[in-house]
């Protein structure tokens, strides 16, 4: 279709009708995007510790194969008893397997979580315990979202700091760190 019309391809990400034509039109060949290869690491993970097929070491094992720099290990919160929410008592053990995973190399493993958003805007696990982890993902469970007018201030109010940014509504969010630390992304 582009050819028919004389202009270059066009990648799908950029078909927003925000200067994309005009700008292959010009001669942008739009060789800048972010590819697979710009990928350095992976912050929203699940293991068997709740909804995850893999163990902690077959999930790095298998990032290292794609050439990741870095995996987060992100399970499921308690109130997420649908997913297998991990308590908070068997943390120290998951934190362990991550500590040994990581010392056979060959990426580094951070620990995460992906906490429910909290029928009050809190978040779930203390928040010591938030504060503790190097990256936080906040999602607001698909159960909340039958009642738009009421669910709004507990989804918006983990923004406030220190606690976490939330990713995006649904059952699994993307990931933001606590305000204070440094981003995942960049470990
Ligand atoms: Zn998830």
């Known amino acids: 279709m582009y050819g028919q019309l004389g202009l270059p391809?066009?990648?799908?990400?950029?078909?927003?009708?925000a200067g994309e034509i005009e700008a292959a039109d010009g001669g942008d060949v739009f060789g800048d995007l972010i590819t697979e290869r710009d990928i350095r690491g992976m912050v929203h993970c699940h293991t068997v510790y709740s909804d995850g097929r893999n163990t902690?070491?077959?999930?790095?094992?298998?990032?290292?194969?794609m050439g990741m720099a870095y995996i987060t290990i992100t399970d499921h919160s308690p109130a997420a008893a649908y997913a297998g929410g991990v308590k908070e008592d068997r943390l120290p053990q998951q934190w362990r397997e991550?500590?040994?995973?990581?010392?056979?190399?060959?990426?580094?493993?951070?620990?995460?979580?992906?906490?429910?958003?909290?029928?009050?805007?809190?978040?779930?696990?203390?928040?010591e315990l938030l504060e503790s982890l190097p990256l936080v993902?906040?999602?607001?469970?698909e159960r909340h979202?039958?009642?738009?007018?009421?669910?709004?201030?507990?989804?918006?109010?983990?923004?406030?700091?220190?606690?976490?940014?939330?990713?995006?509504?649904?059952?699994?969010?993307s990931a933001q760190s606590p305000a204070g630390t440094r981003p995942a992304a960049r470990p």
Do not use: F, W
């Open 56 to 65: 902690v070491a077959e999930m790095a094992q298998a990032a290292a194969s």
């Open 145 to 173: 979202h039958a009642d738009p007018e009421t669910t709004t201030r507990p989804t918006i109010r983990p923004l406030d700091p220190p606690a976490p940014l939330p990713g995006r509504n649904g059952r699994c969010g």
């Open 98 to 127: 991550i500590a040994e995973a990581e010392a056979r190399g060959p990426i580094k493993i951070l620990r995460g979580t992906e906490s429910d958003i909290l029928r009050d805007g809190e978040l779930d696990y203390p928040r």
């Open 9 to 17: 391809y066009i990648p799908p990400e950029l078909r927003e009708d």
């Open 137 to 141: 993902i906040a999602s607001r469970p």
